[in-house]
C-alpha cells in the first residue's frame, strides 16, 4: 500500500485526488493540504510515501516544502498546469523526482506515484532534457565553461562517467546500450551504481548534477558558440 499527502490550493482538485487514490487498491490517502506549510507539517507527521504536490499555493510555495520535505525523506511528485511551468526546474532541484501535468489520465497519475514509490522518476529523460534547456538561464552558471570537477565524481569509473554524460543528454538505457554496445541489463546495473556514487535520488538529480559541473551542454548555448 502506498500513503499519499496530498497538497493542492484548490479544493475540488483535492477531493478528485482523494476520490481517485480511495478506490484504488494498492494506495491510500493519508492526509491532505492546502498550502507548503501545512505539508511540511503533515509530512513530518504522518510520513507518507509519496507527496502529490501543488507549486503555486499561499505563504510557503510547493519549492520551498519540496525542499523541507526531501530531507525528511518522503518523495515528492510535483503535479502543474504547464508543461513548461517556470518553477519546475526549481521544483526538480529543490528535489522533486519528477511531475506530471494536472490533465493527465488517472492512470497515469496512478502510474507516476508507482514509479516515484519505487523510487524512479516519472519524467522522460528527452522531457527533461527540454526542460533544462528550456530553462537554461535559471540554472546561473556559465555553461560554456570547462566541465567543473566535483568529489562526487572521483569515485565514478571511467565508463560510469560516460554513462552520466549520456543520462545528462537524455538517453535511455536503450539508447546507452546501443551507443557503447553493452547488454541493456548492464547499461541498467551502471546507472544504478551512477546514481549511489553521486547521491542522486533519480535520473533527474543526475541530469541536473551533469548540468551543473557542466558534462553536457544545452543545446541553445551549443548552437552559440559553446563546444564540447
Same mark, same amino acid.
Given at each position: 500500500?502506498?500513503?499519499?499527502?496530498?497538497?493542492? @490550493?484548490?479544493?475540488?482538485? +483535492?477531493? &478528485?485526488?482523494?476520490?481517485? /487514490?480511495?478506490?484504488?487498491?494498492?494506495? *491510500?490517502?493519508v492526509g491532505e493540504a492546502e498550502n507548503g506549510a501545512e505539508a511540511v507539517r503533515w509530512t513530518t507527521e504522518?510520513?507518507?510515501?509519496?507527496?502529490?504536490?501543488?507549486?503555486?499555493?499561499?505563504?510557503?510555495?510547493?519549492?520551498?516544502?519540496?525542499?523541507?520535505?526531501?530531507?525528511?525523506?518522503?518523495?515528492?511528485?510535483?503535479?502543474?498546469?504547464?508543461?513548461?511551468?517556470?518553477? @519546475?526546474?526549481?521544483?526538480? +532541484?529543490? &528535489?522533486?523526482?519528477?511531475? /506530471?501535468?494536472?490533465?493527465?489520465?488517472? *492512470?497515469?497519475?496512478l502510474a507516476g506515484i508507482r514509479a516515484v514509490a519505487a523510487g524512479d522518476a516519472v519524467i522522460a529523460p528527452?522531457?527533461?532534457?527540454?526542460?533544462?534547456?528550456?530553462?537554461?538561464?535559471?540554472?546561473?552558471?556559465?555553461?560554456?565553461?570547462?566541465?567543473?570537477?566535483?568529489?562526487?565524481?572521483?569515485?565514478?569509473?571511467?565508463?560510469?562517467?560516460?554513462?552520466?554524460?549520456?543520462?545528462g543528454h537524455g538517453l535511455t538505457n536503450g539508447e546507452i546500450a546501443q551507443r557503447f554496445t553493452l547488454a541493456?541489463?548492464?547499461?541498467?546495473?551502471?546507472?544504478?551504481?551512477?546514481?549511489?556514487?553521486?547521491?542522486?535520488?533519480?535520473?533527474?538529480?543526475?541530469?541536473?548534477?551533469?548540468?551543473?559541473?557542466?558534462?553536457?551542454?544545452?543545446?541553445?548555448?551549443?548552437?552559440?558558440?559553446?563546444?564540447?
Amino acid at each position: 500500500m502506498i500513503s499519499v499527502l496530498v497538497v493542492d @490550493a484548490q479544493p475540488l482538485q +483535492r477531493f &478528485g485526488f482523494r476520490m481517485l /487514490l480511495e478506490s484504488t487498491p494498492d494506495t *491510500e490517502i493519508v492526509g491532505e493540504a492546502e498550502n507548503g506549510a501545512e505539508a511540511v507539517r503533515w509530512t513530518t507527521e504522518l510520513r507518507p510515501d509519496v507527496v502529490l504536490m501543488d507549486i503555486r499555493m499561499p505563504g510557503v510555495n510547493g519549492i520551498e516544502a519540496t525542499r523541507r520535505i526531501v530531507a525528511a525523506g518522503s518523495r515528492i511528485l510535483v503535479l502543474t498546469t504547464l508543461d513548461v511551468d517556470r518553477y @519546475a526546474l526549481a521544483a526538480l +532541484r529543490a &528535489g522533486a523526482s519528477g511531475f /506530471l501535468l494536472k490533465d493527465i489520465r488517472p *492512470e497515469e497519475l496512478l502510474a507516476g506515484i508507482r514509479a516515484v514509490a519505487a523510487g524512479d522518476a516519472v519524467i522522460a529523460p528527452a522531457l527533461t532534457r527540454r526542460l533544462l534547456d528550456a530553462f537554461v538561464d535559471r540554472l546561473g552558471d556559465d555553461l560554456c565553461g570547462p566541465a567543473r570537477e566535483d568529489p562526487r565524481l572521483a569515485s565514478l569509473t571511467g565508463r560510469e562517467r560516460e554513462i552520466l554524460v549520456a543520462i545528462g543528454h537524455g538517453l535511455t538505457n536503450g539508447e546507452i546500450a546501443q551507443r557503447f554496445t553493452l547488454a541493456e541489463s548492464t547499461v541498467k546495473t551502471h546507472v544504478g551504481r551512477v546514481l549511489a556514487k553521486i547521491g542522486a535520488r533519480d535520473r533527474i538529480q543526475a541530469v541536473i548534477l551533469a548540468y551543473d559541473l557542466r558534462l553536457t551542454r544545452p543545446v541553445q548555448r551549443a548552437s552559440v558558440g559553446c563546444t564540447g
